[in-house]
């Protein structure tokens, strides 16, 4: 026979994730730290510029900035940092909850991640080759711009591949998606929030573009639910990341000198 306190546990344990409010909220502040990294990571950048070239225009560089490649791999790095701390924090006071089981950090049959890489592989060459056929470019202009300027490639190649697919997927398909799925929307709902939420924050993107990755978040969503892992959406997203900074690096290898 259950006592009082043991009848307390139970229910404090079974109940889950953080209201929709508090997930809006936690994840506001989530956002605005990342954007405060964004902006000193572009301050040192400037400041160091202006320290090897006094007569630097200030503006100019500035508006370079935006397809600047190093401050791409330097500000998705720490704000991958930030995010996955932030994230950390704020479910761990959730007390009844653990991380593990709040991100469904769950180990995924190796047999179920390969059906679903496979399917992401397809449908990322499927996209492209449709991008072809419509006349569109397959490598984004911001892409080529920032691959330019990276100044050192493999930090360029781990911020895209490895920093930014843990940091959106645990923020979005991890936190945000179980503060939605917990409500009204359902499961539903929170597949389709997280996917536009997601694409959203692409604004270096083109309408078209933006399109493209608001699909990869509902895909990445739906593998979500039916793996129960965020594992399976990580590997997903480091591997369009993986497919895409390869067609650049590609792309610019073999393109004359000019491109």
Not at 9 to 15: G, K, L, P
Not at 151 to 170: D, I, T, Y
Not at 179 to 203: I, Y
Request: glycine fraction near 6%; aromatic fraction near 10%; proline fraction near 4%.
């Amino acid at each position: 026979m259950s006592t009082p306190v043991d009848s307390l546990a139970v229910h404090r344990s079974s109940s889950g994730p953080w209201g929709i409010w508090a997930t809006l909220g936690f994840s506001l502040i989530i956002v605005a730290a990342f954007l405060l990294v964004q902006v000193l990571v572009s301050s040192v950048l400037v400041a160091f510029e202006l320290k090897q070239n006094p007569s630097l225009d200030v503006e100019a560089y500035g508006q370079a900035l935006a397809s600047n490649g190093l401050l791409l791999a330097l500000a998705t790095i720490g704000g991958m940092v930030t995010t996955v701390l932030l994230v950390g924090l704020f479910v761990r006071l959730r007390k009844d909850i653990s991380v593990v089981q709040y991100l469904h950090l769950h180990p995924v049959e190796p047999t179920t991640l390969v059906r679903w890489l496979g399917i992401m592989l397809a449908l990322a060459l499927l996209w492209d080759a449709g991008t072809y056929v419509l006349g569109r470019p397959v490598i984004a202009d911001f892409m080529l711009a920032a691959y330019r300027s990276a100044g050192f490639p493999p930090l360029f190649w781990l911020a895209l591949v490895a920093a930014a697919p843990l940091a959106e997927e645990v923020f979005f398909r991890g936190f945000l998606f179980e503060g939605v799925r917990h409500t009204r929307l359902g499961a539903s709902g929170a597949v389709l929030l997280t996917s536009l939420a997601w694409a959203a924050v692409h604004v270096q993107y083109d309408s078209y573009e933006i399109s493209t990755v608001f699909v990869l978040g509902l895909i990445l969503a739906v593998a979500r639910l039916r793996t129960n892992s965020l594992y399976t959406t990580i590997a997903m997203h480091a591997l369009v990341n993986l497919l895409a900074t390869s067609e650049v690096a590609v792309y610019l290898h073999h393109a004359p000198a000019s491109v």
